[in-house]
């Protein structure tokens, strides 16, 4: 079992730029794939970037690819999400999920389906606006 926390939401201007952390506690997040996703108002949940267990493969999605990245500090437990160039539609709740094990390399795109994971954190509130 792990809980997780995310911090590092705020507002930015556009074209600035975040860095969220997702903290892990109660087991290590290296054994774990972790899923970023992100929710605006009145829209539907969606991934943003997934990094694997133990191998580390990863997967953006289209609007992040070249602005964002995912990275793991196994000594601080966390994984991060730079995010960079940001846009006023970057404005989400965006939260971390983890699947113990879980490969994004097998299984088909189950890592894209917040569902798939089963330990969530909170979410930490994004705001992109002049």
């Known amino acids: 079992q792990v809980q997780l926390v995310e911090s590092g939401g705020g507002l930015v201007q556009p074209g600035g730029s975040l860095r969220l952390a997702c903290s892990g506690s109660g087991n290590q997040l290296e054994h774990y794939a972790i899923g970023w996703f992100r929710q605006a108002p009145g829209k539907e949940r969606e991934v943003v970037s997934c990094?694997?267990?133990?191998?580390?493969?990863?997967y953006y999605s289209d609007f992040a690819k070249g602005r964002f990245t995912i990275s793991r500090d196994n000594a601080k437990n966390t994984v991060y999400l730079q995010m960079n160039d940001l846009k006023p539609e970057d404005t989400a709740v965006y939260s971390c999920?983890?699947?113990?094990?879980?490969?994004?390399?097998?299984?088909?795109?189950?890592?894209?389906?917040?569902?798939?994971?089963?330990?969530w954190g909170q979410g930490t509130q994004v705001t992109v606006s002049s």
């Open positions: 999920a983890a699947s113990p094990g879980g490969l994004l390399k097998y299984g088909g795109p189950w890592f894209r389906t917040y569902e798939q994971y089963n330990y």
């Open positions: 990094v694997s267990a133990m191998d580390d493969d990863t």
